[in-house]
């Protein structure tokens, strides 16, 4: 069964980047689908970034276009999502999320992300 860990979380201030982690144990990462969810306080998760088995093909949510890059390292079983340019409304818990083609279905235990103005 996969397991999910995220790492890279922190304070940051306005304007600065991080970089969260996502390793995958138990099986290979390269036969997951795998995206980024957030979820601020009082707000819905919501999802950040996606991106396909191969990362062929990779989606943002409009409020992260151009500042987030999603990737993957398959010989790490990690993937990555750095994000640049933070604002204050990143600040959120980020969750890594993989599903397979039987769509079974995994999540981390998230990172907090906090960004100062």
């Known amino acids: 069964q996969l397991q999910l860990v995220e790492s890279g979380g922190g304070l940051v201030q306005s304007g600065g980047s991080l970089r969260l982690s996502c390793a995958a144990s138990?099986?290979?990462?390269?036969?997951?689908?795998v995206a980024w969810f957030r979820q601020a306080p009082g707000k819905e998760r919501e999802g950040v970034s996606c991106a396909t088995t191969r990362s062929d093909v990779t989606n943002y949510a409009d409020s992260v276009k151009g500042r987030f890059t999603i990737s993957r390292d398959n010989a790490k079983n990690t993937v990555y999502l750095q994000m640049n340019s933070l604002k204050p409304e990143d600040t959120a818990v980020y969750y890594c999320?993989?599903?397979?083609?039987?769509?079974?279905?995994?999540w981390g235990q998230g990172t907090q992300v906090t960004v100062s103005s």
């Open positions: 138990g099986s290979n990462l390269d036969r997951y689908a």
């Open positions: 999320y993989a599903q397979n083609q039987f769509l079974n279905r995994y």
